[in-house]
């Protein structure tokens, strides 16, 4: 072996197939995938350099004792050689040369990582970036003991997930809104406000503990990490993280299966397992926040719902709403999707419509109803009961329909009168009487295709015991 030739036990086989400027487009500014662009120290089991796979950035270790050393990390990442940085000193290899037009000022970029944290003491920052003199940390991921927080230009969002020892999907973004959000295999685990567009231009970005010496460990493997121009939409994340978790095993223990196939004209949903709390149910498309009042909760429904933890709305006024538009505009036709138990004998289990006023909501009342056009109509359902069901509700031409499990009931009807510039979960956008144990709601743009339609029900029956 020549000097400075890598070991043949670490040298990177052949790429996989995927091709991730397919799934993120020209927003997927760099792409740093341990398989490929290693530059070796001159030992052959170091990493001098990495250089990305889209705009050739090449980040590179200032020193011999900052580079992360290569290889297999045990059976994880199914075995692909990654960059290891385990070590009780600084660990990072950086570039503060970055394209002036990489993430210009004004955007709000997006950092994601495949990595795997190999120990929960100390302080270590996974990736950053930021201008040159440091003056503002525009996007990051931060670890300190148990806690991940998600850094961007004016804040922070960090939460204590409970992680499997496998790899993770890491991402820290801001959206449109300014919601500062922490993302850990495709669900939102901590969100705050205050998130700004970027003030300064990202001139530098590193991996592992960067130039200030932050951080008293890194201890940490990592096999890719990617950097966008803007947030991911809802469909490129699902996209991303079923790419990742292909190429890299990710240790996806729960949310592999509870995240629902969602149709192409969705808009929002909300799932009683994701950012939900007391307080605050969050949409897991848009981010929109319905805060909770008059004694909302979250918690296991006994022997309903396989098991899991579902909003709960059980008094007059007690409701997850707020004046937010999902995007659902007049004249046309949404589709809503909802799995829910009627849990006392008069109460309205969603609505939406104008600013606190309910244009279109379910209700039990002796029957289950579909309400619609301010109240002027009604399509009557089944009897109410106190089991599980699977409600569709939507209007098509001048009428409109109620599936409620496999049985449709129709009534005449038409299309949205106004715009709805307000959701409610519970007692509806005008908190109204509420008797309802709720574990997932989906607005849609329009009707979906049977075979969405039967991907969706599948799921519902088999992840929330829905009839």
Request: proline share 6%; hydrophobic share 40%.
């Amino acid at each position: 072996m020549r000097p400075g030739a890598p070991l043949t036990s670490v040298l990177p086989p052949p790429l996989p197939p995927t091709d991730y400027r397919a799934i993120l487009g020209s927003n997927l500014v760099a792409l740093w995938d341990s398989r490929t662009g290693i530059g070796f120290d001159p030992g052959g089991t170091q990493v001098q350099s990495w250089t990305d796979t889209i705009a050739g950035i090449t980040l590179s270790a200032k020193s011999d004792t900052q580079r992360p050393a290569y290889g297999k990390d045990s059976t994880f990442y199914k075995g692909w050689p990654i960059l290891v940085c385990a070590s009780a000193t600084n660990k990072y290899l950086d570039c503060w040369t970055m394209p002036s037009d990489a993430i210009p000022v004004g955007s709000r970029p997006e950092l994601f990582m495949v990595c795997r944290l190999t120990s929960t003491t100390g302080t270590r920052w996974l990736a950053r970036a930021s201008d040159v003199g440091h003056t503002a940390n525009t996007l990051g991921l931060f670890h300190a003991a148990t806690t991940i927080t998600a850094e961007c230009s004016g804040g922070t969002a960090g939460a204590a997930p409970s992680l499997g020892i496998g790899p993770h999907l890491f991402e820290s973004f801001s959206t449109a809104a300014g919601v500062i959000t922490l993302a850990v295999d495709g669900v939102t685990l901590a969100q705050s406000g205050g998130g700004i567009a970027t003030t300064v231009p990202v001139e530098g970005f590193a991996v592992g503990n960067n130039t200030l010496a932050e951080g008293t460990t890194a201890d940490f493997s990592v096999g890719m990490v990617g950097l966008c121009r803007d947030p991911l939409t809802s469909r490129q994340r699902a996209a991303l993280l079923g790419a990742a978790g292909q190429d890299w095993a990710i240790n996806m223990p729960a949310s592999a299966v509870s995240r629902p196939p969602l149709p192409a004209s969705a808009v929002e949903y909300w799932h009683s397992e994701f950012g939900a709390s007391a307080a605050t149910a969050v949409g897991q498309m848009q981010d929109l926040a319905l805060p909770g009042a008059a004694g909302t909760a979250v918690g296991v429904d006994s022997g309903s719902f396989n098991g899991r933890v579902v909003y709960q709305c059980l008094s007059t006024g007690s409701v997850y709403r707020a004046n937010v538009s999902p995007g659902l505009l007049a004249g046309t036709h949404p589709w809503t999707y909802a799995v829910l138990r009627n849990s006392g004998t008069t109460g309205v289990h969603w609505g939406f419509g104008p600013a606190n006023a309910n244009e279109r909501y379910i209700l039990s009342n002796t029957q289950f109803r579909f309400v619609y056009t301010g109240g002027a109509g009604t399509v009557i359902g089944p009897a109410v009961d106190t089991k599980v069901h699977r409600f569709k509700a939507w209007s098509q031409g001048s009428t409109c329909y109620l599936v409620v499990d496999n049985t449709l009931y129709t009534g005449t009807g038409g299309p949205l009168v106004a715009d709805v510039g307000g959701v409610g979960l519970g007692g509806g956008v005008n908190a109204g009487a509420s008797n309802t144990r709720i574990a997932f709601l989906l607005h849609c743009s329009s009707k979906p295709t049977l075979v969405e339609e039967i991907a969706l029900d599948d799921w519902a029956k088999a992840y929330w015991g829905a009839p």
